[in-house]
């Protein structure tokens, strides 16, 4: 799908309160970013915000860190949050996901993946987000446990990131093939899966962890 652009989003990105200019300056002290020592959870791919706005609302003890590649996107969230009463614990990033160790430093404890580009061509494999490359990346960018969530309503996709994770030495926490047959109440639904829950497409999610002490 071809990406729309919005007149000026790069200004109204980059005006708002929430938005980080030169991250990387920031990389290995993001606490102070926050001021605080709790853990820090990011989103690769926020798209246009829904789901790390409502879970930045939801856990005000928890720092989140939006990181979006297109400010056509992000500014739908930027604009979202202008309505809203300021959250201190969230931040948002315009940034290419290839340039995350730059950004990061062994400071974060749980990273989101929510319906990720599946890069369906084998020529492509590196640029999935759940591919060796990008599982190596993040190591350098996680400071104890580690714990990856996932969702995806590409099958195929799914199954690709289940055994790269679990080659990779992760545990495999749960994982469920229908998500909604579940009805889980915890789950914060993005603009995508909503769109695909209404078609009756299934979402897939795992869970998945690495202890600080495995290599």
């Known amino acids: 799908m071809r990406l729309k652009k919005v007149k000026d989003a790069r200004e109204m990105v980059e005006g708002s309160s929430y938005y980080i200019n030169n991250p990387i300056e920031n990389r290995g002290k993001w606490k102070k970013v926050f001021q605080n020592d709790n853990d820090i959870h ?13 879970m930045a609302k939801s856990n ?34 315009l940034i290419d996901a290839e340039k995350i160790e730059d950004i990061f430093y062994q400071e974060i404890d749980r990273i989101y993946l929510n319906f990720s580009d599946p890069w369906p061509k084998a020529r492509h494999e590196k640029r999935r987000l759940t591919s060796e490359k990008f ?5 350098n960018i996680f400071r104890g446990r580690k714990e990856i969530v996932q969702k995806t309503d590409n099958r195929t996709f799914f199954d690709y990131s289940y055994e790269s994770i679990k080659a990779f030495g992760y545990i495999i926490d749960s ?7 579940e009805n889980d109440a915890s789950n914060v639904p993005t603009e995508y899966e909503e ?9 897939n999610r795992l869970k998945a962890h690495k202890d600080s002490n495995m290599n």
Do not use: C
């Open 60 to 93: 005000p003890n928890i720092n989140f860190i939006g990181i979006e590649k297109y400010d056509s996107v992000m500014v739908k969230a930027t604009n979202m949050l202008e309505k809203m009463e300021f959250m201190p614990n969230l931040k948002l990033i």
């Open 135 to 139: 599982l190596r990346r993040y190591e």
């Open 42 to 54: 990011i989103e690769i791919g926020m798209g246009k915000g829904k789901f790390i706005i409502e």
């Open 195 to 203: 769109k695909f829950r209404n078609r009756g497409i299934k979402i």
């Open 175 to 181: 994982v469920t093939y229908d998500l909604y047959s």
